[in-house]
């Protein structure tokens, strides 16, 4: 049973930044990919940073912002979200194995992979 929990959410300020975590416990080792997704109201659910083999893709929204990066033996994956806009506000999740390449496949179903039950980012100008 795969299990993923987010956690480092929360409100910040316009330019102000945030670190996300996600801990994966379970059949980790089976994971091709991990990534972190985001949802705001009423919108789709969007690719934001994902990872493969230690290679990174990113959306172009948050390129030059964010940074995703894993901890493989801690099973842990991180996103590091600097000069946080407004329109970054969402719920964001980790998952495992949904999509690869987010800049390639721009949107996820959570029907596709593991999903962590997500982690709130409100950004306020």
């Known amino acids: 049973q795969v299990q993923l929990v987010e956690s480092g959410g929360g409100s910040v300020q316009a330019g102000e930044s945030l670190r996300l975590s996600c801990a994966a416990s379970?059949?980790?080792?089976?994971?091709?990919?991990m990534g972190w997704f985001r949802q705001a109201p009423g919108k789709g659910r969007e690719g934001v940073a994902a990872?493969?083999?230690?290679?990174?893709t990113y959306a172009d929204s948050v390129k030059g912002r964010f940074t995703i990066s894993q901890d493989i033996a801690k099973n842990t994956l991180f996103l590091q979200m600097n000069s946080l806009k407004p329109e970054d506000t969402a719920m964001y999740y980790c998952?495992?194995?949904?999509?690869?390449?987010?800049?390639?496949?721009?949107?996820?179903?959570?029907?596709?992979?593991?999903w962590g039950q997500g982690t709130q980012v409100t950004v306020s100008s």
């Open positions: 990872i493969e083999n230690g290679t990174p």
């Open positions: 998952a495992a194995d949904a999509v690869c390449d987010v800049a390639a496949v721009p949107t996820a179903s959570p029907a596709e992979g593991y």
């Open positions: 379970g059949n980790t080792y089976s994971f091709i990919c």
